[in-house]
């Protein structure tokens, strides 16, 4: 099962990490690892659903930048590792994660998104997807890259 793991600043902005989680971890799991990457203070975490704060709304569009396949996400290895040590899981569980970053940009024109998404990311390791956002939706993919 894919879940994903939002994180972003509690007094709001335009960017979030995102933690895409390919594993067969509980509720009370995915929570248990959110609260542990997540900065109590400064950032406040979502499972599954971008943080409904009305963020969304002041935005049109949402580009997630992450790691192509092959490509070594260290970030996305830590929180692997966190989990296996959190969760006690065995080291060759079927546990793998992703990161990646989430900017939301309000414009009018896809052109232009795909000109600000350009200079976002390095092509040759990165990806980058751009979803719209509609009536406060974020519909960005839930599978592994």
């Known amino acids: 099962m894919i879940s994903r793991i939002y994180v ?5 902005g335009e960017k979030a990490n995102s933690y895409l989680i390919d594993s067969k971890l509980s509720k009370k799991e995915l ?6 990457i997540t900065n109590p ?3 406040k975490f979502s499972i599954n659903t971008f943080p409904e704060d009305g963020l969304r709304r002041k935005f049109t569009y949402a580009i997630e930048i ?3 396949p092959g490509v070594t996400d260290n970030v996305g290895h830590t929180v692997k590792e966190i989990a296996t040590d959190l969760l006690k899981l065995k080291k060759d569980s079927e546990l793998n ?8 940009i309000k414009l009018d024109k896809l052109k232009d998104v795909r000109e600000i998404a350009s200079t976002l990311y390095n092509p040759l390791i990165e ?3 751009i979803a719209p956002i509609k009536f406060g939706k974020i519909n960005l993919p839930m599978k592994t890259p």
Do not use: D, H, N, Q
């Open 97 to 104: 994660v992703y990161t990646s970053k989430i900017f939301l």
């Open 41 to 43: 203070i400064l950032e």
């Open 8 to 12: 972003i600043p509690k007094k709001g």
């Open 31 to 36: 929570t248990k690892l959110a609260e542990a």
């Open 66 to 68: 992450g790691f192509k």
């Open 127 to 129: 990806r980058a997807y």
